[in-house]
């Protein structure tokens, strides 16, 4: 038999949104949907979202940065990607726009190409034409740039040009 879950009050609400947002970094959307599910009065969650904002709990502009650093660093996505996601979680055009503004264009490349290569290790084909084809989808399902995909593609091709059967 299912449990129905009771309403909680306002503030026990703003303590579990409270006790979320010191956890980790949340926006207004993710505090919006957990307090919709822990049946808070949908009288009292604009409240809650406003004080919230105003004791610093939650920021967008502090958590679109953290995010888009994240996910670049540990899920080595790419800018369109990570700015799809913000846009997901109803984050500002200007917050998602600083936030890819704060990933180094140095360390994209780099990040780029390692991920490049590492998949062109995995690779069994022998085919130049069917690796980039292959190497393209995989950068840009990640992502990245076209442009930049096909710039990195080109110069992992060419560094591995000895592997290809002619």
Known sequence: MAKTQKQIS?????????????????????????????????????NIIEQLINDQFIDDQRFAISFAKEKFRFNRWGKIKIEYALKQKRIGIEFISKAIQGISENDYDSVL??????????????DEYTIKSKLIRYALSKGYENGKVFDMVSKVIENNKKDFIK
């Open 113 to 126: 190409l390692n991920e490049l290569n590492k998949k062109y290790l995995l690779l069994k084909e022998s």
């Open 10 to 46: 306002k503030k026990e609400a703003i303590i579990k949104a409270q006790n979320l947002c010191a956890y980790q970094e949340k926006c207004e959307a993710d505090i919006r949907q957990k307090l919709y599910a822990w049946k808070t009065n949908p009288k009292d969650i604009d």
